[in-house]
């Protein structure tokens, strides 16, 4: 199985900043990741796939690079809404993984 | 619009068979184009694929779940459904069922599933 580790757990930051979150696998997974945003109460929702495409309708204030073992979900100037838990997901073997998450939170 | 919904109970007791639904509108589960499956997540914590098939072809199982796991399709229904047996308070959780190919998208709104006596 293909363990990803996401790094912080937690990232204190204010609206405005620039916050860089970091998801690294423990095999080689191409540019087989996608990245996701979940807030209380609510499914997960659809950021990046495939490493650094945008789904449908995310803000350009979302980004996210990598490829092989690391990946970045960058967010260029947080906005309140923007504060969630964030999770990584590789579809490069069976079975699918995800990350632990990071938690942003509001400084 | 497509959308998933999951029914089922939401409570089951130990050894029991944790049985939910979903209801699949907007697109064809039959159509090949995606693989459909359940996803769960115990609350405060993170996500786990259980499974999913792809109609015409395979249907994957999350080894963790050690064969207690099956997934079923109702093509009159346009709908899938999730049988896990055995189970234990572990298996508390909100299960999600979901389309994917490239990535997760969309998802159900999930249910809470518990496991309780």
């Known amino acids: 199985e293909i363990v990803l580790t996401q790094s912080p757990a937690t990232l204190s930051l204010s609206p405005g900043e620039r916050a860089t979150l970091s998801c690294g696998a423990s095999q080689y997974i191409s540019k087989y990741l996608a990245w996701y945003q979940q807030k209380p109460g609510q499914a997960p929702r659809l950021l990046i796939y495939d490493a650094s495409n945008r789904a449908t309708g995310i803000p350009a204030r979302f980004s996210g690079s990598g490829s092989g073992t690391d990946f970045t979900l960058t967010i260029s100037s947080l906005e309140p809404e923007d504060f969630a838990i964030y999770y990584c997901q590789q579809r490069s073997k069976w079975p699918l993984t995800f990350g632990q998450g990071t938690r942003l939170e509001i400084k | 619009q497509l959308q998933l919904q999951e029914s089922g109970p939401g409570l089951v007791k130990p050894s029991e068979t944790l049985s939910l639904s979903c209801i699949v509108s907007g697109d064809s589960i039959t159509s090949g184009d995606y693989y459909w499956g359940w996803i769960r997540q115990p609350p405060g914590k993170g996500l786990e694929w259980i499974g999913h098939f792809y109609y015409g072809g395979s249907t994957d199982y999350n080894p963790s779940l050690k064969g207690r796991v099956t997934i079923s399709v109702d093509t009159s229904k346009n709908q899938f459904s999730l049988n896990l047996n055995s189970v234990t308070a572990a298996d508390s959780a909100i299960y999600y069922c979901?389309?994917?190919?490239?990535?997760?998208?969309?998802w159900g709104q999930g249910t809470l599933v518990t496991v309780s006596s």
């Open positions: 979901v389309r994917h190919w490239q990535s997760v998208d969309p």
